[in-house]
């Protein structure tokens, strides 16, 4: 299992070994390898590596359970285990890989899913805004809300995406500029800050972000900034449209009050830190606060887009969510204690 060291893009493609669990959990906890789907299906593919070198259930399980410790707030990390670890107490350990690979290819598939659903939402020459990266760094397949804008842009629909840079770590201005750039869709780089000022100008006329983690009542956690977006365009009246796979939904949290939510290192915001080199100016014991992500409430969201379907926020409050889950295709997760 190689995967591309995303903290040095976008000035070097680096390729880093993760078929070891604990080197899996570095790459994880450092942003190497990130993105709620692909630090699931990455996490998979380590586990099954280490399924196949032979270990035995105990030392399995407790690779499965630091794994999952990596990062607390994108559900799909969990879930991806937590599946693995079904598949193994049904048919063994040959049943990890296998697990991971469906997995991986599922997720292609929920992706292509999305970018259809959304797509049909956005109108010819839209100005839209993006936050973070939720491309193909941030799945196994064209993305959730990037691949949507991507797919919108191949439809010929003349889309202009407004990124924003995405402080305290720069996935946009770093992850989702070199993405847009390959596929070519034209887009802006901005601060943080600037995005309101684009909504009152009226060259914003919708926002489409992905999520790490939806709660049942459509609260969902996403990118730190993510919540500030979701004000502006309410105040401006600019759609606001969360991109998410039924992976990302967790039956366990009722309201966005039960995700957890990851708080990071100060020297993030401190200064900056990359392929780009270091750089700090703040006065080195300055106290920070680091959230790494934060909860949109669902009463923000116009609708959100999943791969099986599109929820107005009428029936994300609705209980609409329950509904989605209970389809064809979606894996039970009550059963499995990691
Ligand atoms: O800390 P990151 O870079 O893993 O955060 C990623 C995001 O917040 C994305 O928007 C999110 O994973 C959803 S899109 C696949």
Redesign the pocket.
Known sequence: VEILDQTRLPREEVWLDGSDPDHMIQHIKA?SV????LIGVAAAFSLGCFAQRGHGETAIRSAARRLVDARPT?VNLRYAIERQLLAFDRSGPDAIMREAIAQFQEDVELCENMAQRGAALIHEGEGILTH???GGL??AGVG??LGVLIRAHQLGRGIQVFVDETRP?L?GGRLTAWELSRHGVPFTLITDSMAPVLMRQGRIQRVM????RVAMNGDFA??IGTYGVAVAAAYHGVPFHPVAPRSTVDPHCATGDDIPIEEREAHEVRGAHGGFGSLSWAPADAPVFNP??DVTPASLITSMVLDNGVLSREALAAGALRNLLDQPGTHRRESVHV
């Open positions: 942003l990130r993105g709620a789907p994108a973070c990266n939720s941030a799945t959730t809300a770590l996935q972000l992905g999520a790490d996403n990118k790494a992500f």
